[in-house]
């Protein structure tokens, strides 16, 4: 049984990874993919033929104003090669959990069978952690934007940044997270509600980045704390 209950305006850490560990992105466009069911998936409209459409497609008609009821409210993401985190706040009822088994589904079918292979794609049913408190929250959001430099620093996570121009050139380059749309540079502002960012977490831009790079071990330190109990 789940011990976490979804509740409507709720806000929820979600993550997966893959079976065995094995990697769930093994190309550009695997990420490209998810992503793009990121926006389609998170309508309560049931989506057809989302496999004929693109990311760009979707970037057009979100800036067309395209009219959605959406599940959930994307805060921010990352996509990993072997796991995603994702911070979302349910807007309708049972929204995290449709949204998720739409997910789930949709890119196991596609990496199946780009991959010509049969069987769950995922270790498990995806995990999830209420966000209950603004300390956790902002811990969180930390986690979530920095996790790329785990490619190419390890052990951040414990020993925190050793060199912080390299990983903010690395994290700059990263097309797979929201970091860039927090800081205004990246493509993928469209899969965020940034009225619900506001609101949740206040003001965004350039400051994000200092803010994100104010990471310590003891972040990690409560964020540990924070997951055993998910």
Known sequence: MRKVVFSTDGVYHIYNR??????IFLANSDYWRFMQILYEFNDV??????????????????????VRRPLVSILSFVLMPNHFHLLLQQRTEGGVSEFMH???TGY????????????????????????DK?????H??????????SLEQKDWKVRGIVDQKRAKQYLS?????????????????FLLDHTCIREVIGDYGQS???????????????????????
């Open 18 to 23: 893959g079976v065995e560990k094995r990697k």
């Open 45 to 66: 409209a049931i989506v057809t033929r989302p496999h004929r459409r693109s990311f760009m497609d979707c970037a057009r008609r979100a800036a067309a104003g395209e």
């Open 102 to 104: 739409r997910i789930g």
């Open 108 to 131: 196991t079918n596609y990496f199946n069978l780009r991959s010509k292979r049969t069987g769950r794609l995922f270790e498990s049913t995806f995990k999830a952690r209420a966000v």
């Open 134 to 138: 603004d300390s956790y929250l902002q």
């Open 140 to 149: 969180l959001i930390r986690y979530i934007h920095l996790n790329p430099l």
């Open 173 to 189: 380059t990263y097309r797979w997270s929201s970091y860039l749309a927090y800081i205004k540079q990246g493509g993928s502002r």
């Open 208 to 230: 994000h980045e200092d803010f994100v790079f104010a990471w310590t071990n003891r972040d990690y330190a409560l964020l540990n704390q924070s997951l055993a109990g998910a």
